[in-house]
T-cell receptor, first 113, second 116 residues
Framework: NAGVTQTPKFQVLKTGQSMTLQCAQDMNHEYMSWYRQDPGMGLRLIHYSVGAGITDQGEVPNGYNVSRSTTEDFPLRLLSAAPSQTSVYFCASSLGRTNEKLFFGSGTQLSVL | GENVEQHPSTLSVQEGDSAVIKCTYS??????FPWYKQELGKRPQLIIDIRSNVGEKKDQRIAVTLNKTAKHFSLHITETQPEDSAVYFCAASLLYSGAGSYQLTFGKGTKLSVIP
């Protein structure tokens, strides 16, 4: 099992550009989520999904879109990147439909210039 | 929504001493309290978790205690070792009795340094 795989590991964008952060898990986990980590702020939930076709907003959803067409994949789309979106992004999944015992991916370091 | 406060933000201990990190939460309905460890440049990893129907849980050198009345929970690490140096995050969530959960809210983290 690869666990939770995130790509890319690093990305630099210009303000206004769009991009998609990829997240895939091979553990047949129902729950998947995206967090952003900023210095001194802990981890903040962006969006989450409790199964294919079901998504919901977290604490900081503005500027981001998600979709869940399959159990395995949960991409995060930045529609028009802003410097405030410079952060480390983590995808996490868990067995079942709850956020109990999250497995995190290795993260994506995103810089928006 | 839930608010989780974590203290201290930094903690230095001598190798072999104990370390205690404390968290308070605001929503009395929260019933699930995990702790994650994040080494420098790595992903967060779950080290221990507790549900509100349990007051204390231990796993080797790590223990978590929960006081529902006061709405606080703590991580205790005994006989600390240099490899315990990391950032530790507490979190709180409401797990429903069936499937589903409210969002997991994290504290801002504690940087633990274990001095050899």
């Amino acid at each position: 099992n690869a666990g939770v795989t995130q790509t890319p590991k690093f990305q630099v964008l210009k303000t206004g550009q769009s991009m998609t952060l990829q997240c895939a898990q091979d553990m047949n986990h129902e729950y998947m989520s995206w967090y952003r980590q900023d210095p001194g702020m802990g981890l903040r939930l962006i969006h989450y999904s409790v199964g294919a076709g079901i998504t919901d907003q977290g604490e900081v959803p503005n500027g981001y879109n998600v979709s869940r067409s399959t159990t395995e994949d949960f991409p995060l789309r930045l529609l028009s990147a802003a410097p405030s979106q410079t952060s480390v992004y983590f995808c996490a999944s868990s067995l079942g439909r709850t956020n109990e015992k999250l497995f995190f991916g290795s993260g994506t370091q995103l810089s928006v210039l | 929504g839930e608010n989780v406060e974590q203290h201290p933000s930094t903690l230095s201990v001598q190798e072999g001493d104990s370390a205690v990190i404390k968290c308070t939460y605001s929503d009395s309905a929260s019933n699930y309290f995990p702790w994650y460890k994040q080494e420098l440049g790595k992903r967060p990893q779950l080290i221990i978790d507790i549900r509100s129907n349990v007051g204390e849980k231990k796993d080797q050198r790590i223990a978590v205690t929960l006081n529902k009345t006061a709405k606080h929970f703590s991580l205790h690490i005994t006989e600390t070792q240099p490899e315990d140096s990391a950032v530790y995050f507490c979190a709180a969530s409401l797990l429903y009795s069936g499937a589903g959960s409210y969002q997991l809210t994290f504290g801002k983290g504690t940087k633990l340094s274990v001095i050899p």
